[in-house]
């Protein structure tokens, strides 16, 4: 992981804090060449840099971070890049270098470090999200620091306080059951839902009782936990419905769900559901003229959908002993 003393200028990124316009090519519906093509063009001026301790670098765009691994989207494909072997990142975008960098500070106790490279991601951008979850973890690191709570046994304190069970699988944790009318159920949770993300940071790869650790905390308090959950959206849900049901628009995050109607909700989709797949095809590079065509053709076996969906959950009482 990047130390903070490596810490260099022209990790600040770009000055004109320029980015590569995804949104335009998928907008426009390019064929699957032409945006290969583009991809590599971009990669060339836009790319984050990844120097390893073994002298090589990698260019690419960095499209997940997991407490022990990196994915880097290349001119040849993702290529998984472990932390280990990392020396330094640069991310093309200032305030991800700024979050990155607050990042390693927290996992390595500099609170304060961490803090003032946060507030530094959101001098260079406000409205980013991704910067204000990292200082509401912080916060929570603080608490436990503290001494305000604190947990003997994180998986048993889940299943009593939130009635949720969580299982280890080969990336993400999932939910394994759930207590009759569980708070966690209340709160949206369904079993089969992977835990993605809380606050942000990833969960993937991680043992349960970290994850769990990471769900736990003060009654009352609010945590921010990302799922993915598989919904199947079928033309005969809802007789005389039209089809899809939803709308779709490519936003920052990627593709995601607005204008809920009839079968969209009979699916259980909901307005800001991000779509990670559809009928299995990754949509991570899927412009949106080509997933509007695949949801239109899925229509008579109807149409699998991975979605991503943040929940905002009050943490019950008793969820934190």
Known sequence: MTPIRNFSPRAIGKPDGARPPWHRW????????????????????WADEIYFTSGDTLKGLVV???VDRLVVSTVDGEQVVWRRAIDEVFFDDPERNYLY?????????DLNAAV?????????NPSWGDARDALRRLEERQRRLAGDWAVDDPGRALRAGWGLTLV???????VAALADEAP???A???????????????????????VAERLLGPSGSEVKVTIRRD???????????????????????GLVVRQIQALGAAAGLQAGDLLVALNDTPTRYLPVGAAKGLIGRARPAGLRARIHRHLLVVRPANSSS
Do not use: K
């Open 64 to 66: 997940e971070e997991h």
């Open 101 to 109: 960098l607050g990042n390693d500070a927290l996992a390595g106790g």
């Open 116 to 124: 003032a490279l946060y507030q530094r991601a959101i001098q260079f």
């Open 231 to 253: 919904v199947a959206v079928a033309a005969g849900a809802v007789p005389h419905a039209a089809w899809p049901g939803f709308d779709v628009a490519l936003e920052v995050e």
């Open 184 to 186: 966690a159920g209340q």
């Open 188 to 210: 949206g949770f369904q079993v089969g839902d992977a835990i993605i993300a809380v606050w942000g940071e990833s969960m993937g790869y991680r043992p349960v009782s970290q």
């Open 26 to 45: 998928c907008q426009g519906g390019l064929a699957p060449l032409a945006l290969a093509l583009l991809v590599a063009f971009v990669l060339a001026a």
């Open 168 to 174: 280890e699988t080969g990336d993400y944790p999932v």
